[in-house]
Structure formats: C-alpha cells, structure tokens
C-alpha cells in the first residue's frame, strides 16, 4: 500500500511569485488535509477537501487556495508569495468512513521564499 | 478557541531513562486526541490515538493517557533510546470540525547514548 506522497520535496521562490505543491493521497483515502509547519512551531491547518470540494479552511488569506482531483489528489497554490510563507507544507489524508478523522501524513514540501 | 500547549519545548535525557512528555487543552470539547513524532525536516508518524472516550492507549514503549476534564495528555517512554529522538507533538480534533488537527508546539526530545 502506497502512502501519502508530494512533490516537490524542496523549492525555492522568489516573494510575488505563484506556487503550486502536489499530493497523492494513500490508497482508499477521499479527503485531503493541507498544513503549513513554520520553523519551530507546529502544523498549521490551512484547509481540507473532501469530494472536491473545500470543507473547512483555517486563518489564512484567500491567496492560498486549492483542488481536489477524482483520483483524490490534490494540490495547493500559493500566490503573490511572502517571505513569511516559507515553511514546511504537509498533507494529511484519511478514509471519510474512518469514525478517527485519522489521518496520515506525507514527508511535506519544503518552501523557501527569498 | 482551542489552544494545545506543550511543556516543556525540549528535554534531554541519558538512555535508559523513562520520560513523560505533557500536553495540555484549553476546550475540553475534543473528538479525539493525538501523538505524532517528527525527525528533523521530515513529515508527521502518528504514534497514539486516543478517542474521547477513552482514558489511554499503548504502542509497546509508549502509553498515552487523557483526562479531558482536566484539559491534558501525557505520553510516557518507557527505557528511552537514542532512536527515540526526535519531536513529539499532540494534536486535537474538535466535534464537528472533521478532520481538522490543532497541534501543540512540539516538545523536542534528545535520548543520549
């Protein structure tokens, strides 16, 4: 059984520019959680997709926003980019039958900002 | 609003040792809780999930407890090794929120030889 995966592991941007990060869920999984994890701090919640559809989102501005494919996949963009966006970015996925919300997270993306 | 609090935010101990590592809830209104461990620049592994009805869960060297009417979790290592370094987080989930995890700071944890 595959797990959670993202791509790219590392990138680097320059502030104003637009940021697209990928994650496949693991096998059986229809919702999808995005994290940012700043240096020293702990995971974030930015938003969750379930059905393609966004269903909860936490304090973060309208410039991160995101998709959810049939195949459950998902990405999230970033836009006009800010130094203080630089950061660990996580996914999460979890089976929506699974009465935990468990849900099992992919290795992240490194984002650096300059 | 849900705040996690985790104490203390490092700890070294020598191996061998058996440590408890604390966290704590301000809204005792939880789904569920749970334990993560993270290596430096990697993602999360979830160790221990503890739904809110129950009072602990154990995982081998680990055991997690909640009190949630006192707003706490503690996860106790038993004979701590240095492969147990890493950072340790908690998380709570809240009713009717779905899957939305509300993470401590992290306590980060160096097991010396």
């Known amino acids: 059984e595959t797990g959670v995966t993202q791509s790219p592991t590392h990138l680097i941007k320059t502030r104003g520019q637009q940021v697209t990060l990928r994650c496949s869920s693991q096998?059986?999984?229809?919702?999808v959680s995005w994290y940012q994890q700043a240096l020293g701090q702990g995971p974030q919640f930015i938003f969750q997709?379930?059905?393609?559809?966004?269903?909860g989102r936490g304090n973060f501005p309208p410039r991160f926003s995101g998709l959810q494919f049939p195949n459950y996949s998902s990405e999230l963009n970033v836009n006009a980019l800010e130094l203080d966006d630089s950061a660990l970015y996580l996914c999460?996925?979890?089976?929506?039958?699974?009465?935990?919300?468990?849900?099992?997270f992919g290795p992240g993306t490194r984002l650096t900002v300059t | 609003k849900q705040e996690v609090t985790q104490i203390p935010a490092a700890l070294s101990v020598p191996e061998g040792e058996n440590l408890v590592l604390n966290c704590s809830f301000t809204?005792?209104?939880?789904?569920?809780l749970q334990w993560f461990r993270q290596d430096p620049g990697k993602g999360l592994t979830s160790l221990l999930l503890?739904?809110?009805?129950?009072r602990e869960q154990t995982s081998g060297r680990l055991n997690a407890s909640l009190d949630k009417s006192s707003g706490r979790s503690t996860l106790y290592i038993a004979a701590s090794q240095p492969g147990d370094s890493a950072t340790y987080l908690c998380?709570?989930?809240?009713?009717?929120?779905?899957?939305?995890?509300?993470f401590g700071q992290g306590t980060e944890l160096s097991v010396k030889p």
């Open positions: 997709y379930y059905r393609e559809e966004e269903n």
């Open positions: 096998s059986g999984h229809n919702t």
């Open positions: 999460a996925s979890s089976p929506r039958t699974s009465g935990t919300y468990e849900q099992y």
């Open positions: 809204d005792s209104a939880i789904y569920n």
């Open positions: 998380a709570v989930r809240i009713y009717n929120q779905g899957g939305k995890l509300i």
């Open positions: 503890i739904q809110s009805s129950q």
